[in-house]
């Protein structure tokens, strides 16, 4: 498999690009900025991910480090399109006011992104679980402003359901907690919710965010049927972040391939993989 970003054949066969929010991505892998030791080691993992789409939390990123570093400076906008969001808010207003001024934001880089925000608005600090009634009311007022809202929530599939009818474009459950690297703690949940957005609108895309740990994540992520998959901490804090990357794009190319192929069905016996019909006998000829 060729090791260039997603435009080889291979990616190509998967169906690897995707609309979402109305912007065409190349690549099924959303990456945050975040939580990087240094601003190179950020450029050069968005650049081993493959991925054309990058998130940038607006109200608390470090947008300078020491040294007088931009991180806007180790981003191509040319090749990115950017994705604001609200990560920090813990109420409706503070998540809409931190959106519109994503908005600004972007408008001034003439970036693509201006019109769409990745909404979370959290609970508590402990968890970093979403708190769903300031979600909604969130998601509703910034859809009908004309934000496309890619709004993440739990795995809870009734929320999720909800956060649809508020107006979102892209419903992001939650595999576990921000940041915990347990994988997909309740992947039944999530399957459920892939059939409830799915069930009248089938390319109504859902990406799964949050808590993945490592390449087969991902990988597992996609087999289940998630559209995408959007990822930060489990690439910036492993221990060779842009090696993690690479894992990453290959294991959402792998985990897309899986699914659009079909697995076979889990069997309670085994069943042999050579036909048992003409099988040649082995005994002694003659007897």
Not at 125 to 138: G, M
Request: glycine residues 10%; contains cysteine.
């Amino acid at each position: 498999m060729s090791s260039d970003a997603n435009t080889s054949s291979d990616s190509d066969s998967t169906d690897s690009s995707f609309t979402v929010g109305g912007h065409r991505l190349a690549s099924r892998l959303i990456v945050g900025t975040g939580r990087y030791d240094t601003m190179e080691q950020m450029r050069d993992s968005l650049d081993a991910s493959g991925s054309d789409c990058v998130t940038v939390a607006v109200r608390r990123e470090r947008l300078y480090e020491r040294g007088g570093k931009n991180i806007l400076d180790f981003i191509d906008l040319d090749r990115y399109t950017l994705l604001p969001n609200t990560a920090g808010c813990y109420t409706a207003a503070d998540a809409i006011r931190a959106a519109k001024l994503g908005r600004e934001i972007l408008k001034t880089l003439d970036n693509p992104g201006s019109d769409w925000v990745k909404l979370e608005v959290l609970g508590d600090s402990k968890t970093l679980l979403p708190d769903p009634a300031e979600t909604v009311t969130a998601c509703r007022e910034l859809a009908a402003e004309g934000f496309k809202v890619l709004c993440y929530t739990s795995d809870c599939p009734v929320t999720a359901r909800r956060l649809k009818d508020a107006g979102a474009a892209s419903v992001m459950p939650a595999g576990s907690p921000i940041g915990s690297g347990q994988g997909l703690l309740n992947p039944n949940n999530l399957r459920i919710i892939l059939e409830y957005l799915k069930e009248d609108d089938p390319d109504y895309p859902v990406i799964i965010d949050a808590g993945v740990g490592t390449a087969s994540d991902v990988s597992e992520a996609f087999e289940i049927g998630g559209d995408a998959v959007l990822l930060n901490t489990a690439i910036a804090h492993a221990r060779d972040p842009i090696g993690m990357a690479r894992a990453m794009k290959h294991a959402a190319i792998a985990g897309r391939y899986a699914y659009l192929s079909g697995r076979i069905p889990k069997r309670l016996y085994g069943t042999a993989s050579s036909p048992t019909e003409g099988v040649i006998s082995t005994r002694p000829y003659g007897s």
